[in-house]
């Protein structure tokens, strides 16, 4: 048994837990296995590029962050439009002779997984992305572990926020989605979160945040997912919306936040940008676990000889869905999704 495997897209912790897994598993309960290691993603699979793996490459990657096997951004567009990359790509699938393909990724990942599946190739996904956007899996690995990154960095604002009587904004990765910055900021006890689901008012913010002064609260945590526009914004389309930002000078919805909020208020106001350090590092026990159920999950798959399919967790369980099911959707947080009723029960504020 041949078996390919590619991490493809942003990094996160976790990835090498799943290689990990998947490789343990995989000499585990089948005879004959050669893995092999598909380097930087898609990229290395349309360019050829991949090695022979062996069982000791896999020992002691548990808790390194990052990936074994290099990662890259690599956009398709239509696959009419991208014939050339994934004919190379079925081309060095048959090179390598490859009896499948587990590919671990976010949602583009997933969504060339599908095309290459289509194509007749045995694809496996699993579930990779601190954005938790994947839909038909309630978490994805890495998530729980920014979750704490976070939130750790939301605590450590609070202290000096009190100290100075400021606000301080801190923004979040989450382009598209606020999974990551609604849970840390109610991990963290952010008092106002503004994620893009829910397009905010900045008057009604900045109201949030005089209405903590009068009740003796000096200072006020926005925690603002990267991706978030407000309510004028949302009646743009996203390009518009691009090219509006673009003339009035203003880079990210943080920036303007914090200039409007010290402008309207008076109130030092500071922002902080954790970037990719919530992406970093080594992957927290849930995500080890996670990753681990996963893994050894693909490598039953494999066994039994089904493809076309992603690996997902849903109410506890480890399971899969297919991948023509799930490929080219994102999963929102909707107004009844339950960490978004709770953050409002308890008064966190959204903007709105
Ligand atoms: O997809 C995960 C993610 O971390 C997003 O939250 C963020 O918008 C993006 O990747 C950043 O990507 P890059 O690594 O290309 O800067």
């Given at each position: 048994m041949r078996i390919g495997i590619l991490t493809s897209g942003?990094?996160?912790?976790?990835?090498?837990?799943?290689?990990?897994?998947?490789?343990?598993?995989?000499?585990?309960?089948?005879?004959?296995?050669?893995?092999?290691?598909?380097?930087?993603?898609?990229y290395g699979l349309i360019n050829n590029i991949a090695k022979e793996m062996v069982p000791n490459d896999f020992s002691g990657i548990?808790?390194?962050?990052?990936?074994?096997?290099?990662?890259?951004?690599q956009a398709f567009k239509m696959l009419s439009m991208d014939e050339d990359k994934i004919k190379s790509m079925k081309d060095t699938y048959k090179k390598l002779r490859l009896d499948c393909l587990l590919t671990l990724g976010g949602c583009?990942?997933?969504?060339?997984a599908n095309l290459l599946?289509?194509?007749?190739?045995n694809i496996i996904g699993l579930p990779k992305t601190i954005d938790n956007d994947i839909f038909g899996t309630d978490v994805t690995f890495g998530y729980y572990t920014a979750i704490?990154?976070?939130?750790?960095?939301?605590?450590?604002?609070?202290?000096?926020a009190a100290s100075h009587s400021r606000v301080i904004v801190c923004e979040i990765m989450g382009n598209k989605v606020g999974w990551l910055t609604i849970s840390a900021g109610i991990a963290g006890g952010a008092d106002i979160i503004l994620i893009p689901e829910k397009p905010y008012d900045i008057n009604k913010v900045i109201k949030s945040v005089?209405?903590?002064?009068?009740?003796?609260?000096?200072f006020s945590i926005i925690a603002v997912a990267e991706g978030a526009y407000d309510v004028e914004e949302a009646k743009l389309k996203k390009k518009e919306r691009a090219k509006k930002r673009e003339e009035e000078n203003i880079t990210t919805a943080t920036s303007r936040i914090v200039a409007q909020i010290q402008r309207e208020t008076g109130i030092d106001t500071r922002s902080c940008v954790p970037g990719h350090i919530l992406r970093g590092g080594s992957p927290n026990a849930y995500d080890?676990?996670?990753?681990?159920?996963?893994g050894a999950h693909a490598a039953e798959l494999i066994k039994q000889g089904l493809f076309g399919r992603t690996i997902a967790i849903v109410g506890n369980k480890i399971?899969?869905?297919?991948?023509?099911?799930?490929?080219?959707?994102?999963?929102?947080?909707?107004?009844?999704?339950q960490l978004f009723q709770t953050a409002r029960n308890i008064g966190i504020h959204f903007g709105r």
């Open positions: 942003g990094d996160c912790p976790g990835l090498n837990a799943t290689i990990r897994g998947v490789a343990k598993a995989c000499y585990e309960i089948m005879d004959d296995v050669q893995i092999i290691g598909i380097q930087n993603g898609y548990l808790t390194l962050g990052g990936t074994i096997l290099g990662s890259k951004r583009g990942t997933h969504k060339t599946s289509a194509e007749g190739l704490d990154i976070a939130t750790d960095c939301i605590d450590r604002l609070h202290t000096t005089t209405d903590r002064i009068e009740k003796g609260k000096s080890r676990i996670l990753a681990t159920k996963l399971t899969s869905n297919r991948l023509s099911d799930i490929a080219g959707i994102m999963k929102f947080i909707d107004d009844d999704n």
